[in-house]
């Protein structure tokens, strides 16, 4: 499973979430302490935000600890939101479009989980694309495609909404292709103003999610595993679980799969 750190708040460098404490992503990449693999070595990626609508992006196939561009980048930018990735590869190959995060307009995706036998639904859910966002696919894995399946179910409009519909979708896809439905889904996402993230499984294993103050007065982070344990409080998501951070707030509530007609009448 793949590792992975959101940030929100005052500008600070990338550096500080990624490569400066005690156990910063970079660490993560080789030494994780609560993935399935310890090491996240199939590549990185960062998107951040900064004047523009749309997020800046760097990816490559390199182990984030062997990258001296991610380190001389992360001395150098600051962003008040940027999302960051370690790959530890459940299918498509080692190539800079499969690495995270993926960026659709406004919007940045990361993911830590994976469609079990998606293999089997992949064209059913790719049929089901709209052309303009079939097109838009420019890598192989499940989570860029669950990630504009998303986009596909209101995104923009709906950040919730469209997560519950799009998880619906892949549970009905699984059903229809006789599969027992398995979906683990820790992700984070943002349109540069608010920061998402959901932690979900069909099974009681969800991948795991933290949140803690950056500093006081500073910012906050929504990630996979601590990136420090000494004078910060880090508090577990509950699994099944939808997080909305603002600059004044967050807030935490239930979320579950929801069929698009209902949660459009709603």
Known sequence: MCRWAAYLGDAIFL???IAAPSHSLI????EAREARSATNADG???AWYGDRPEPGLYRDI???WSDANLSSLGRQIKSGLFLAHVRASTGGSTSRMN??????????FMHNGQIGGFERIRRSLEN???DPLFDQLAGTTDSELFFLLMVDEGLARDPQGAVSRATHRVIEASRRAGI??????TA??????ALHAVRYATDDHAPTLYTAAFAKGVGRCIVSEPFDRDGRAWHAIPPSSFVTMTRDSMSIRPFAPAAAELALAS
Do not use: N, T
């Open 15 to 17: 550096e500080d979430v």
């Open 27 to 30: 660490v993560q990449s080789r």
């Open 44 to 46: 990185f990626g960062v």
């Open 62 to 64: 390199l182990p984030a």
């Open 99 to 108: 690495c995270h995060p993926f960026v659709s307009g406004r919007w940045s």
């Open 128 to 130: 089901a694309l709209s």
């Open 180 to 185: 027992e439905p398995s979906l683990k889904l």
């Open 188 to 193: 984070a996402f943002s349109d540069g103003k």
